[in-house]
């Protein structure tokens, strides 16, 4: 891996607070993700399940986790199954784990290989009542492929069917959306990536350059500061482009007077982060162009001191709305009228603004976190307000990463990363 060996103490006290939640006598399995095929023999870059690197550290495709706290054998209460490596393997395939290295990684003693699970699973499941599996519940998911979690479910109930079934997910949804200490420090890392980034991109852009190159820019810094790249697939959208939420060609040229939206951001050690900024090709904002910016940038700013311990989700986005609303009556993009007769299912501020203002943000872009739940301390949420003007030709979104304190206002951790036009623009000309 590109990033730094973390402490296994996290993953250590990870596992010690999933196992707080389990059942009495039950086991809990976590799989790998697969490596997915794309044709003949070229595959994807292995992304690694999020939920068993969060449990064990183990960033390695057919690897399987297994937690099961009471069980009478105490070398089997927490257990790897790794593929085996050898010498043929690691001159084709680089190093894997072995159980030396999978020890000082996860903290987890027993550690089997692969050829040797079902025989121990036997055992386990002759010793348990429940199994926990590991489904995909988060709210945005939408998944056609069957994942080898999935297949990996269905072998174990097929074999196992007298068990009680428990599902991990609504623990690791509790769990994974307060963050330790150590993965603020890791998310703060990828947004130090993600500066480092922009800071390169405001010296690169200028009238003619195409966003396939800004998003290159971005890239090789990324690269070069231990980022295996982006967070999620880049936006690089000049023009009119910024007004399509989820533009991810990025094949357009930029052109002078216009803005580009970037909504780009690292990954470190698998931690994300997630910034927008919105620039001007030319290097400097017309007088509409500040307007619109300020007016987005107040909401953001407003919106992020609403973020405290106890605050409902949807009745933050409400309130976000409000303040949008007041905003675009003064850029005269809404009237009084507009207001007055809008559809409280659909407001009015929402021709302009359509999406959310916020989302979790950890392991995954849009982490796991139940949105019906009140924040936490130590929740990590971006702020991402947005007003799109195709009329006008440009769009602006500017979004940061922050932290809830217990109290006060929120931890950006996005602080350093420029965003007021006088900034932008001193860079940009210097």
């Not at 890239?219 to 991810?248: D, Q």
Request: aromatic share 10%; charged share 25%; glycine share 4%.
């Amino acid at each position: 891996m590109k990033y730094l060996p973390i402490d296994k103490s996290l993953f250590e006290t990870n596992r010690k607070h999933f196992k707080a939640k389990m059942k009495p006598n039950s086991l809990a399995v976590f799989n790998s993700n697969d490596i997915y095929p794309i044709s003949a023999d070229s595959t994807m870059p292995f992304e690694q399940h999020r939920d068993i690197f969060y449990l064990s550290g183990v960033d390695q495709e057919e690897s399987i986790l297994v937690i099961f706290p009471d069980c009478p054998k105490e070398q089997h209460r927490e257990i790897l199954f790794l593929k085996e490596t050898n010498e043929h393997i690691a001159v084709w395939e680089g190093a894997k784990l072995t159980k030396e290295k999978a020890f000082e990684t996860s903290g987890i003693k027993t550690v089997y290989w692969l050829q040797e699970m079902e025989k121990i699973m036997f055992e386990l499941m002759t010793q348990c009542d429940t199994i926990y599996i590991n489904t995909n519940e988060h709210y945005r998911a939408n998944i056609e492929t069957e994942t080898r979690e999935d297949r990996f479910t269905k072998w174990l109930k097929n074999k196992y069917p007298a068990h009680s079934v428990a599902k991990s997910n609504p623990i690791m949804q509790r769990l994974r959306s307060i963050k330790a200490p150590v993965e603020i420090d890791l998310i703060q890392n990828a947004c130090n990536i993600t500066e480092k980034g922009f800071r390169r991109v405001l010296d690169f852009v200028k009238p003619g350059v195409w966003e396939f190159e800004i998003e290159a820019e971005f890239m090789h810094e990324f690269l070069r500061n231990r980022s295996k790249g982006f967070a999620y697939t880049p936006i690089i959208a000049s023009g009119n482009n910024a007004n399509v939420l989820h533009y991810v060609e990025n094949n357009q040229q930029c052109n002078a007077g216009d803005l580009i939206l970037l909504d780009v951001a690292s990954e470190y050690a698998n931690y994300s982060s997630d910034m927008t900024r919105s620039i001007p090709v030319s290097g400097r904002f017309s007088e509409r162009q500040k307007d619109v910016y300020n007016a987005v940038l107040r909401v953001k700013n407003e919106a992020t001191n609403m973020l405290i311990p106890g605050t409902d989700w949807a009745a933050y986005h409400k309130e976000v709305g409000k303040l949008m609303t007041s905003e675009l009556l003064n850029l005269g993009l809404l009237d009084k009228a507009d207001v007055q007769n809008e559809n409280p299912d659909w407001p009015a501020y929402k021709k302009y603004f359509m999406h959310g203002t916020s989302h979790h943000i950890g392991l995954d872009t849009h982490d796991y976190g139940i949105l019906t739940e009140p924040m936490e301390a130590n929740m990590v949420f971006t702020v991402e307000p947005g007003i799109y003007i195709p009329d006008e030709g440009f769009g602006i979104r500017l979004e940061d990463d922050v932290v809830i304190q217990n109290t006060g206002e929120p931890i950006n951790l996005m602080k350093n990363i420029p965003i007021e036009i006088e900034e932008i623009e001193s860079i940009m000309n210097s």
